[in-house]
């Protein structure tokens, strides 16, 4: 959840405009190390636009594929 959570908020310019975004405060992204809830991963996954499977496994998401399926390109 960590890495999910780095990546997001590079992507949204930093720690505090993504708490912003979630609506928690920076701390609790700061102390994710500490454990955290099940609605933070929700949150988290919203903000990201991926799935919380995602966020939970740790698997990166492709650029292009599709959030569900993974899939890439168009149809054929």
Request: net charge positive; charged share 20%; aromatic share 2%.
């Amino acid at each position: 959840m960590r890495a999910a959570e780095r990546n997001i908020s590079r992507a949204y310019g930093g720690r505090d405009v993504l708490a912003a975004a979630m609506g928690v405060s920076r701390s609790v992204l700061v102390n994710m190390r500490r454990g955290t809830s099940y609605a933070v991963a929700v949150l988290l996954a919203r903000a990201g636009g991926i799935t919380v499977e995602q966020v939970l496994s740790g698997r990166p998401h492709v650029a292009g594929a599709c959030a569900l399926c993974g899939r890439k390109g168009g149809a054929s």
